[in-house]
C-alpha cells in the first residue's frame, strides 16, 4: 500500500489534533513504516511514534513530517510486556490477525494506554484463515465483540478498501 492511501485509510477527526500538545503513540507491528508514517500526519509537531516490531530492518527509515519523532524499538509485543504507560493511542495495522488468544491481548493493550486513549485498528474483514499470513483473522464484527468484552465503548469503522489480494476488504477502526 502506498503512504497516501494509509493516509486515507486510517482518517478521523479524532486524529487530527488541533491542540499543539504533543502526544505519544505506538505503531504495534510496524513492519516496514507505512502506517507509522501515515499516523505521523495527523499528529501535532514534538508528537512521538514508537514503531515497534519483532523484527526491524537495519535500514529501516520511516518518513515523518517535521517535528515528529519516530523511534524504532524491536520488540516482540505479543510475548513481552509493553514498556509504554498513558500512551495516547496505538495502531495496529495487520498485526492483530497474528495475535492467538486475542481478547487477553487487547486487555493488555489498556494497560499501555492514556484512558483517553484511542486505538486505530488495520484489518482484513473475514474470519477465514489464511496460513502463516494471516492466522488469526478479525472481520469487523469479531472485531466489535472483542473491543465491547474488554470494555471499550466506540467502536467505529472509519476506512475500507479493496485489497490488493482480493480475498477480502481491508478496514480501518477507530476504537476507544
Known amino acids: 500500500m502506498k503512504l497516501q492511501e494509509a493516509i486515507q485509510l486510517i482518517q478521523h477527526k479524532d486524529l487530527s489534533v488541533d491542540t499543539p500538545t504533543p502526544v505519544t503513540w505506538a505503531d504495534l507491528g510496524c513492519g516496514s513504516g507505512t502506517f507509522t508514517a501515515a499516523l505521523a500526519h495527523y499528529l501535532p509537531a514534538g508528537s512521538t511514534i514508537y514503531a515497534v516490531d519483532k523484527e526491524l530492518s537495519s535500514d529501516l527509515h520511516i518518513p515523518a513530517p517535521a517535528g515528529v519523532q519516530v523511534s524504532p524499538r524491536q520488540l516482540d509485543f505479543v510475548k513481552e510486556d509493553l514498556p509504554f504507560a498513558s500512551l495516547n493511542g496505538i495502531i495496529m495495522a495487520n498485526a492483530l490477525h ?15 494506554l492514556a484512558p483517553d486513549g484511542i486505538l486505530v485498528i488495520v484489518e482484513y474483514d473475514t474470519d477465514v484463515p489464511v496460513p502463516v ?17 474488554a470494555g471499550y465503548r466506540h467502536i467505529e469503522k472509519t476506512g475500507e478498501r479493496s485489497s490488493v489480494y482480493g480475498r477480502a476488504n481491508l478496514y480501518a477502526s477507530l476504537i476507544k
Do not use: G, M
Not at 497474528?98 to 499501555?112: G, M, P, R, W
Not at 499470513?133 to 468484552?149: E, I, T
Open 98 to 112: 497474528y495475535v492467538k488468544d486475542q481478547q487477553a491481548f487487547i486487555n493488555k493493550l489498556k494497560a499501555s
Open 133 to 149: 499470513w494471516v492466522p488469526y483473522p478479525l472481520s469487523f464484527v469479531r472485531l466489535k465483540q472483542l473491543f465491547s468484552a
